[in-house]
């Protein structure tokens, strides 16, 4: 079946699923995508009347990770008394996993939230595209068979789907918003129970294998050309703190200029600071302006935390991450001197 | 006006003969990006681009400046103040939205009395702009909306035409005219090159996609300042800095001291602010009247398309259509300005 057949019927789906919740007033928002005004995007959108729910749309360009749209932020979604609205939200597998980690770290409560769960088979990597296209205006891009087809004035080109969706795509196992007995509720739509999640992280090897020093010039050639707008930040549904370590100011902790030293602190501060909590959705990659590929240094955190703690972000909410508990035992290896 | 003829085998040529007196700045593609340098090599120069991804802005107001370094000795302070000022600039290849920004900066930065950015006005005295009108607009150009054109000439010193193997220069200010003036081996341009160019301005002209009606939008966004659509246009705003660092009249910038006190100096620099971060406007109080998306989205509008023709008579705005290109969330200023207007008519229905 090709990948505009099953989007579509995705798409059917879900607007039935979410014209419900809404109708049966078991959500008073439905927080989903919409078609973008340019090629290569897609809006978000939020509906509350019944009859906008075919403005709901979903494709390989829904590339925002809604979930961010919960997080504490101003203006709340409350109603007039101040009470939290109940969200319908449109999940693909990542969305789903940034709810579970979410509610883990104690910022949303599910209880509030359907999630609307959908397959996802992939994003495309708007970059990779465009940069194939070079100086030419993309006027339209679908989804046909198995490729990516890209029409401007006066060309077509077709790009095969599996080679230009996103990197995180191509290695995600968790299509649907993983799902357990603790948060069934919450799930409408297709959901996964998942258990025993292998990953080789052979997509790692080819970085891996690299030397201090080629690795260091990759980091430094992947983020030199970083403007600082934080759009990667904005729209990480992990990133949100009332105030970053980058924008404290009363002193200043961290430099806040572009030059490279600045710009390769702050990116790898703030990966730090997603350890074993990024779910792996890629938007950070897919809004950065300038079009830097972060994912592979989420990627390898992914890794180190799955080996050294086995422990996998927004896949059940039982399970404490590994930065948020300790034991006493726990090993030391970082302490130069014992007592 | 003096026409002339500049072949685009000749590039080089102009390169080699301006850089000796010159900081010569083009588009050239950085990491899959249109950007503005400084050219060290002739060949790098990329002539097939619609426009930059980040406006050459940069290249009069960077994202980050040194405005003065300082050393301490005892209790000597001695300041080294940039020294880089008097240099001259040419930036070739500008699209005339862009120039029309610095026009709109330049008003804003001289338009506070004793307070003149010298820094910013001084490059800009000191800079030619050789700028290429647009055959093929975008479809998410829309400068015509905005009393702009693609072949605009006013904000320019010289204006090139795309005319296939070669450009029909035309020089515009005096400024431009004594410049083109020392390029001794220009040949002249005949009639049917300034024809052809006429042709192509009109031809682009038409071609416009996006036309927006924003007539008395001033008057429409005043009395609306409470009005619920701007919470319906800010929903899904992340509040990253996307639109306003990649805007060509965006003026904004943080002032900071860094100090390095081991070696008894330090700096104060400039850098890129955007009204969008919730830290631009935050008191020491704790206090912020911008608290929140609707407030910042408020802010962006009304600045360019309220403040903007109450305080100089113009829009600030020049519809280079990058916000739309690069919104994150596609929260497209085209439809926010199409919304406004629309408040005008359904109150006009509702009376």
Redesign the interface.
Known sequence: MGIEIKNQEIENQMRELARNLLNEKKVDVIIGYAKGTVPLSSAPIMITNEEDIDKLIWNNLCYINLAKYLVPRIPQLIDPEGNNLKVGIVSKGCVGRALIHLAVEKQINLDDIKIIGIPCNGIINRKKVEKEIDEKEILEVSASGNDIVVKGKDFEQKFPFDEYINELCKVCKVKSPPTDASISEACVGECQEISNLEDDFADLAEFEAKSSKEKWDYIKDLLKTCTRCYACREACPMCYCNLCFVDQNKPIWFGKTTELSDIIVFHLIRAMHLAGRCVACGACSSVCPMGIDLNLITRKLEKMVKERFDFTSGIDSETLPPMMSFNMDDEQEFMLEED | MDQKILMKNEIGKLYIELAEEYNFYAPVK?????VFKKILNPDDI?L???NS??PPKEVLFP??EVLFEYSLDGKDVEIQDRQDLDEKNVIFGIRPCDAHGFALMATFFTAHGDCEDEIFMKKRANTILMGIGCN?P???CFCTSLGGHPFQKDDLDVMLTDLGEKYLVETISEKGKTFIQKLKWLADAKKKDVQQAQELSKKSEESFVTKLDLTDIDKILDPNFEHPIW?EIS??C?????CS??CPTCTCF?V?D?TDEYNNRGRR?R??D?CQ?C?YTLHTSGHNPR????ERCRNRIMHKFSYYPKNYDQIGCVGCGRC???C?????I??ILTKIKNIEKEEEISA
Do not use: H
Not at chain 2, 328 to 332: E, F, L
């Open positions: 950085e990491k899959g990006n249109i990329v097939e681009y619609f991804k980040v994202e980050m093929e975008k479809s998410t919470k929903d899904i992340i509040s990253c800095g996307t660092y990649l943080d900071i860094e620099i850098i890129w955007t971060s830290l608290n929140s998306c609707i739309v290109q690069l994150p969330v596609n929260n497209d085209r439809a």
